[in-house]
């Protein structure tokens, strides 16, 4: 197994920027194709990105393309997220997920390890 844990969250003003990081143990960590899900309350676990083992492929949802960027140090065994351009809707608790799958899913169901999650609030 792996574990995962994530850091970083917080608050920022909106068009603000964080950088969320997603430390792993466990297992060997450059096998996984990583992801970052968030929810908002009230709203079902949404796909943000993910990142291939070796880091050259990348995918991303719509609705943050363009502000995110998810990437990856496998001798540090971590992931980041960098977020950029914040806005109020980016609220959430973002969860770190790894998936043993090479393709960069974006359903919660190709993903068997999740972090606890770390809050982000985008508020003035």
């Known amino acids: 197994q792996v574990q995962l844990v994530e850091s970083g969250g917080g608050l920022v003003q909106p068009g603000g920027s964080l950088r969320l990081s997603c430390a792993a143990s466990?297992?060997?960590?450059?096998?996984?194709?990583m992801g970052w899900f968030r929810q908002a309350p009230g709203k079902e676990r949404e796909f943000v990105a993910a990142i291939n083992w070796s880091g050259g492929s990348t995918r991303y949802a719509d609705s943050v393309k363009g502000r995110f960027t998810i990437s990856r140090d496998n001798a540090k065994n971590t992931v980041w997220l960098h977020m950029n351009s914040l806005k109020p809707e980016d609220t959430a608790v973002y969860y770190c997920?790894?998936?043993?799958?090479?393709?960069?899913?974006?359903?919660?169901?190709?993903?068997?390890?999740w972090g606890q999650g770390t809050q982000v609030t985008v508020s003035s």
């Open positions: 997920a790894a998936s043993l799958q090479y393709t960069l899913v974006a359903g919660t169901g190709g993903y068997g390890y």
């Open positions: 466990g297992r060997t960590f450059s096998t996984y194709t």
